[in-house]
C-alpha cells in the first residue's frame, strides 16, 4: 500500500496539536471565546514606565511573569506554554522526546535594558567608558546574561524540554516568520526528512526599546485612548499597527504517521509559498508583483484554484501602506470571486505577535475551519472605501468555511503565505 | 533525519564562493593569504582584547548606491559584499531570470548599537537619573529612526535582496555558530529532493564592536593580552573576534550544467547536531557520532575546522581529532579569527577553493597538530563546534 500523497506525489502535511497564548489568554479554549465574541486584549502598557513614549498601548501577555524581568525569558515562557497545549494535544513521542526537529520563530536577541543598568551599576562609577564595562563583564558575575541573550538561547532550551531531533533552527522573517517557520516544517515532511515537526513562533518583547523603534519608523498607531480601539484594520481612519505578545505552536506529522497512531487530524497546511520583495526595506513594490506571486505560489503549491479559497486571515496589521497593498494584491489574485471571501484580521483584537503572528493566525484559521465561524475584524466603523473586501465587521460571522489563505508579509521584503484545510483533497 | 540519501538525491555543486575577511577579498587574494600564512590581527584598538579587523574594502564595488550602504551597518556591508563577490563568482551577477528564482538562507546575528547612546544613557543612570520617562525620551530623542533596519537580523538577507535582486524565498537562521551549519543543512536538503535548483547560503560578522566583546565577556569567551594560534591557547583558552563575510552559491547539477557553470566542488553532506555539553565530552561525542553520517571516509584525509580557541571545547575537538591521526586538519581561527556565523561557509568555501586549486593550503601551527599535506584533495571535512552550543559537519568532494 502506498502512502497518501497530495496531488504533487509529495506527503501530505497534517496538524495534529495546537497551542496558542495572546493577550486575550492562555489557551484554544479562552482565546477562542474571546476572539469571537470580539474582545480586543489590547490595553495600556504598565509593565514599564510610558512617560515620554507617542504609542503607549499593547497587546502585552500581563497574566504571564517572568524572573528576571527580560523579553527574552517571556518569550520562552509563551512558547513553552503554547508547546505544551499544542503536545498535549497531539499526544504524540514521549515525555521529553518529540519525534522530530523544531523550528523555532523568535525575535532577534540582545542584551536588553535592565541588564545593561545593571552592569553599568557594577562598574561603580557616574562617569565611564565600554573599558570600564569591559572590565566588570568577565569573571563569570554575569554569565548567565551571556546564554540568555545569544540568539538561539530560547530555541536551546526548547529543544532541551521537548527532547526534540537534531539541530533546533532559529528563524527570523520578521513579520513573516510564524509562517517561515511552518513551512520549514512541512518542507522536511515532503522530504521525508522527517515524520513530525513542532514549529513554533513566539514573542515576548513588548519592551521601551521595541516600542521606539517601531515608533521611530512611524510604523505604530497613536490612537492610545481607548487602546482597545487603536487597531483598526481596513479601516479609514486606521494609523498603523499595535505591538503585541503571544505565541502559536503546531505539531505537523505526515498524514501516513498521523492515522497510523490513530492522531486526530486537526487540519492539513495544504500549501506554502514564499516570494521576496527586493524594493525597499519596509515597503511593499508599488506593484505589489511579490505578494502577487507569493500568494500565486501558494495556490499552486496546495494545488487549489483561486475560486477554492473561501476565507483569507489577512496580515492586516492596520498600517496605511499594508492594507491597501494587501487589498491591491489580493484583488489581482482572487479577480471576481474577491467579492465571495470574507476576510478578517486577528491582529485588530489581539494586535501584531510580529515574529508569532503567522503561527497565531494559522492556529485561529484551523479554529475557524473547526468551528465553521469566523472572528470578526473589530474596530471596522468607518470604512476604507478604497479596501473592497467583504470584512467581517465587528461580529463574528458563521459561515462554510473548507480552505483559508493566511498572509504574512516583513520588513526586509518578506512575503509568506499558508493554506490551511480541513481535510486531506 | 539520518538516514541514508534517496538514490533520487539531486548531486549539488558550489559554483560560486564570495569571501571578504581581514585578509583581504576574494578567492585569489585569500589563496595568497594562506598561502604566505598571513596573519591580520589588531591588539591596540581594543586593548587588550584582539580583533581580527576587516582588510580595506571598496565597498563600491559591489554596493554602487551610497544610499545603500547609508542604511546598513557594518555587518549588513561585509554581508552584500561578501554575496555580491559570491554571485559573481558564479556568473549569475545581474541574471535576472535565476535571480528571481534564487534561494536565500542567510545566517545571521544582528547589527552593532549605538555605543553612545548605551553609555550616555547608562552614566546618566547612574548619575541617579531615573526619573520614569527618562529612557524612553532618551530612546526616542537620540536613536537614529532606521538604526533599527540596520540591526534587524533579517534585513541582511533584505540588503542582499536590494541591492543583488536576490528575490526567489529569503530565510535568516539565528543562533550563533549553528545558524550556518544549519542554513547549509537545509539548502542542501532542499537542493538533494528538487525544492530547490540554485541557492545563495552565507553569513557574516562584524567582529569590531565593543558591545560584542562585552556579550562574549560575560561568558569570558575573549582572547586578550597575546594572539596565539587557534591550537596554541593553551591555559583558558579564547577566541579573537573576526570580520568576515562569505556567501556561497550551490545548485543541483543539472541547473549548474544547463548553464554551463564550472563548479568548485561538490557538496555531499552537511550533518547537525546539539550536544548538551553539561556533560564533560558530549563535545567529543557529539562529533564521532557525527563523523559516520558522513559516509565512509578514508583514514588520511582533510580536515577544516572553525574550531573558536575557547575551552574545555577545543580540547574536546582535539580528543576527536586524536582518533583520526592520519588527517591533515587545517583551524580557520588562527587566520581569520573567530566570525561566529561566518566560520562553517568560510570552511566550506575554503574546502571548496582548495580542491578547485587542487591543494590544501599550508598549516599554520607551531604545535605540530596540523600538518603538510602535499597532494591534491579530493575530499575536505569542514567541521564546527560553537562557542556554546551546535556542532556540525560537512563533506566537500572534488567532482566525479
Known sequence: MSAPRDKSGRPIVVVTGLGVV?????????????????????????????????????GTVDFVSVDPISSTGLTERLAKMATDEALEQAAIGGKADFPGPLFLAVAPVEVEWPQRLEIGRAVGKTEFGYDDILRVSGGGKFSEFHHRFMFGSVASHLAETYGTKGSPISLSTACASGATAIQLGVEAIRRGDADAALCVATDGSVNPEALVRFSLLSALSTQNDPPQAASKPFSKNRDGFVMAEGAGAMVLESYESATARGAKILGVVAGCGELTDSFHRTRSSPDGKPIIGCKRKTLADAGLEPEQIDHINAHGTATPENDKMEYNTTAVVFGDHLPKIPVSSNKSMVGHTISAAGAVEAVFSLLTLEHQRIPPTINYDVPDPAILFDVVANKARDARVTAVMSNSFGFGGQNASLILTREPA | MTEPKPSSAKEVWITGIGIVSSLGEGLDAHWDALNEKRVNIDDKRFAPYIVHPLAPVSFDAQIPKKGDQRQMEAWQRIGVYAAGLALDSAGVKGNTEILERMDMIVAAGGGERDIAVDLAIMNAAAKGNSSPGFLNERLMNDLRPTLFLAQLSNLLAGNIAIVHGVSGTSRTFMGEEAASIDAARIALARIESGQSDIALIGAAHNGERADLLILYEFGDFNLTEKYAPVWQRDGKGGFALGSAGCFLVMESREHAEARGAKPYA???????????????????????????????????????????????????????????????????????????????????????????????????????????????????????????????????????
Request: proline fraction near 7%; aromatic fraction near 6%; charge should be positive.
Open chain 1, 22 to 58: 495572546t493577550s486575550l489568554g492562555a489557551g484554544k479554549k479562552d482565546n477562542w471565546s474571546k476572539l469571537t465574541a470580539g474582545e480586543s486584549g489590547i490595553r495600556t502598557v504598565t509593565r514599564f514606565p510610558i512617560d515620554g513614549l507617542k504609542t503607549t498601548m499593547a
Open chain 2, 266 to 400: 561538490r557538496l555531499s553532506k552537511v550533518v547537525a547536531d546539539l550536544a548538551q555539553r553539561k556533560q564533560p565530552g558530549a563535545v567529543t561525542k557529539s562529533l564521532e557520532t557525527l563523523w559516520p553520517k558522513l559516509g565512509a571516509l578514508p583514514d588520511n584525509g582533510n580536515l577544516i575546522t572553525g574550531a573558536t580557541g575557547i575551552e574545555p571545547i577545543t580540547s574536546e575537538e582535539k580528543a576527536f581529532l586524536r582518533q583520526h591521526p592520519g588527517y591533515a586538519v587545517r583551524a580557520t581561527g588562527t587566520m581569520f579569527g573567530h566570525t561566529l556565523e561566518t566560520q562553517f561557509p568560510l570552511g566550506l568555501a575554503l574546502a571548496a577553493l582548495s580542491i578547485s586549486r587542487g591543494a590544501l593550503f599550508p598549516p599554520n601551527d607551531p604545535t605540530g597538530l596540523e600538518v603538510e599535506k602535499p597532494d591534491a584533495p579530493t575530499q575536505i571535512v569542514v567541521m564546527g563546534a560553537g562557542h556554546w552550543q551546535g556542532e556540525g559537519m560537512a563533506l566537500v568532494e572534488a567532482i566525479k
